[in-house]
């Protein structure tokens, strides 16, 4: 395995024009993952907390993926010091029926973080632009009317996604995106894993084993949507996926980095604040 070093591709996109998912290897490692990872959970606590007190922005961190990618694994291990009242995890599973029954945007609006909290979706809406695009028959399920499932179809998705986190950006939501790229051997290896060990068998699907059929199919709509829609404002991280612990560090390292630069800090205490403090000092004291 390689290892991951300054001056290698960078797996942050800001600009999608020319990205390749070839550039990006999936077996890439850090030497020192846990000891990053621990410190980044701890940095990340800290950070959620103002986050939580300042109340002016909210973020949105998207989490992408093949099948047993280790998107679970990611959010465990990354977000379990945060304090739950600011965070919520979402993972978006196949569209149910009232959902269907809407545009394909309004489950995920739905679930936007509040101001102070992080909202963390386990897929999102880039599914309608790389698995139903990789699975025609997941679009005919959709229930579209015929004259709007035209040749620009999936430009216009993308145009829509761009034109929605534009929005998020523009109202105080950072956005940030991961895709956890992991190689079609050791997705194998962990499929294999979850059919031979009794405790992973509920992780088990065969529709894992369509969507590995599909696997070229689905690496080109990633590859065409990161192109669409990386941007300063909205950016990507391909985060090679193969080693677990580096595909965690390197994920909780991009999520301070992104925190720090917002300058959060503590409500100071004005006028009005103080007074009140002064008579709960008050109050508190008469007890005594």
Known sequence: MSRVRRGEVEPRILDGRGFALADHDPAARLADAEERLEKGVARLAKLQSRLWAQDR????????GMDASGKDGVIKHVFRGVDPLGCEVTAFKAPHAEELDHTWLWRVVKRLPERGRIGVWNRSHYEEVVAVRANPRLLAGQ?????????RLWDERLEDIVAFERHLARNGVLVAKFMLHVSKDEQRRRLLERIEDPAKNWKF????????AAWDAHHAAYEQAIRATAAAHAPWWVVPADDKPSARALVVEAVVELLEGLDLALPA??????AELEEGRRRLGAEG
């Open 57 to 64: 922005w909210s973020v949105l961190l998207v989490f992408q």
């Open 143 to 151: 229930k579209l009317p015929a004259e709007v499932v035209g040749p």
């Open 205 to 212: 699907s065969l529709s894992d084993l369509d969507d590995r």
């Open 269 to 274: 205490a004005g006028g009005a604040k103080r």
